[in-house]
């Protein structure tokens, strides 16, 4: 072709790019995944996903609240626990059923919390999340649990389980009573940070009985602890969406938490073929 030619052409090409709406960047495959996971276990959190060249996103909650899925930072593993994105909160995959093996230092899946997207799910303060509460059964006792995209009616689900596990066996009964749960606004231990009791989507399953990292010495080995725990138990809470810290590096025994989202992506990575919602009518191009 002659130059002559070739440059109308060019111009002509220059002219459409500019005259029309730019599309959503594609994203990266993980990023599209980690996302249609999020939108599935947190029906209506995400009113639109903004997505930039080189295949950034920023989520715009319900709320308003606006979260890069990747900040391009890279972090420490205090960091990673004091200032996640979405795709730090995601990356740790958390292993459903029987424990196997002590996880490694700083495996703790769960622990990674991206706050201002559990306040955008639970509430604000300490009372936007009591307002959203309901009193739950729990195997004679009665505790608040936030009724926000499902976690209450979930933990009852989970109750009804636990509640036919213990009438077939009542020895289990001291692995889980008493269990306290409810509103508790405060930071975890040591830390800045909000506790996920702060939001009422926890409950901590005798906490007298049940060990927790910083009650006991550093390298303490805790599998047999582990393994003595009632896989039951833990199963009856992690099919209705709750993940335990029974399975955390920073082990939690007593401490059981609502992330569907975690174990949605676990049944994904254990070949179950599930359902996902479509993502692609939230994508928008960043201004
Ligand atoms: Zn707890």
Redesign the pocket.
Known sequence: MSLALKRPLVLCALFLSLALPAAAQPLAPKAQRDLAVLVTAYPGLVAAIETAPAGRATLVLSDGTRLPYDDGRSKSQEELLNAPDIEDMLAQPYPLGPVTAEPAPGFSPGRRRVEPLFMALYGHDKAAVTANCRPVPFLGQTMAFNTRFGAADAFARAQQRLARLVAADPSLRRYLLPA?GGVVWRVIAGTSRL???SFAA???VS?KGNP?WRNLPRGTNLLPTRQAFPVAVVEAFEVEGFIW?GKWSEF?L????YRPELILLARLARGENLPLADIGGLLRVAR
């Open positions: 306290s506790s996920v009791h926890a409950v901590d906490p927790y810290g939690d007593m401490h059981f938490e």
